[in-house]
């Protein structure tokens, strides 16, 4: 069964407002009368008038985030997913505890981020396309064959005190530990461009044959 659009929602929700306010009018004898008058369903416009409120005005109350929170949270899955690393809705669910605790309210339910991420028109969740994972990358994800490697980098970076902005990745392929299987994450809802001029560039270098870089 299909659901209903927002503008269908809306319309109906206009017609309950005026079903209740001809009621309170005396302009009907009976619910069931109204509800035929405004064509809405009956059971709905007898439960408004006992105090429920509309679904509309109820979400709020069941979105314990702030809207401001919200915005914060989609914007940062945003920048992950720009970098190449979208996270899975779990970690969206714990970014969620994570603000949730700061101000001392009880975390999520568990069906939360499926929610959030069906409600937030930014984003999307869809399984991702990872490369078969094989002998030769298991091999080098081996921790103790890259462990020289990382504190080398480390040890160079805290050095000479290069800063985070001014390391690039000249790897062709890119490379993850870890992230091997396919899984469901979070992305971005609008697809993806070629890749265009941004505006900016990296300045012309030279980069000369050398054991050591520092002597060439």
């Given at each position: 069964?299909?659901?209903p659009t927002q503008a269908q929602s809306s319309n109906q929700e206009g017609r309950i407002l005026l079903a209740i306010s001809a009621i309170k009018q005396h302009q009907f004898n009976s619910v069931r009368a109204a509800a035929m008058s405004y064509d809405i369903p009956r059971t709905t416009l007898?439960?408004?008038?006992?105090?429920?409120?509309?679904?509309?005005?109820?979400?709020?109350?069941l979105q314990k985030l702030t809207p401001y929170e919200e915005s914060a949270l989609v914007q940062y899955i945003l920048d992950l997913d720009l970098r190449g690393f979208p996270p899975r809705p779990q970690a969206v669910q714990e970014m969620a505890d994570l603000l949730l605790s700061e101000r001392g309210e009880s975390p999520v339910g568990k069906n939360w981020a499926t929610s959030f991420i069906t409600?937030?028109?930014?984003?999307k969740s869809k399984f991702s396309r990872n490369r078969k994972y094989d002998y030769k990358r298991a091999k080098c994800e081996d921790p103790k064959i890259i462990e020289g490697w990382f504190s080398l980098v480390r040890n160079t970076v805290a050095k000479y005190r290069i800063l985070e902005q001014d390391i690039y990745n000249f790897d062709e392929a890119g490379f993850a530990i870890?992230?091997?299987?396919?899984?469901?994450?979070?992305?971005s809802s609008e697809a993806k461009s070629r890749p265009k001029t941004i505006r900016w560039a990296l300045p012309l270098f030279i980069i000369f044959k050398a054991q050591n870089h520092l002597l060439a």
């Amino acid at each position: 069964m299909p659901q209903p659009t927002q503008a269908q929602s809306s319309n109906q929700e206009g017609r309950i407002l005026l079903a209740i306010s001809a009621i309170k009018q005396h302009q009907f004898n009976s619910v069931r009368a109204a509800a035929m008058s405004y064509d809405i369903p009956r059971t709905t416009l007898r439960r408004r008038i006992q105090g429920m409120t509309s679904r509309r005005d109820s979400t709020p109350n069941l979105q314990k985030l702030t809207p401001y929170e919200e915005s914060a949270l989609v914007q940062y899955i945003l920048d992950l997913d720009l970098r190449g690393f979208p996270p899975r809705p779990q970690a969206v669910q714990e970014m969620a505890d994570l603000l949730l605790s700061e101000r001392g309210e009880s975390p999520v339910g568990k069906n939360w981020a499926t929610s959030f991420i069906t409600r937030r028109t930014e984003i999307k969740s869809k399984f991702s396309r990872n490369r078969k994972y094989d002998y030769k990358r298991a091999k080098c994800e081996d921790p103790k064959i890259i462990e020289g490697w990382f504190s080398l980098v480390r040890n160079t970076v805290a050095k000479y005190r290069i800063l985070e902005q001014d390391i690039y990745n000249f790897d062709e392929a890119g490379f993850a530990i870890g992230v091997i299987a396919t899984a469901k994450v979070v992305t971005s809802s609008e697809a993806k461009s070629r890749p265009k001029t941004i505006r900016w560039a990296l300045p012309l270098f030279i980069i000369f044959k050398a054991q050591n870089h520092l002597l060439a």
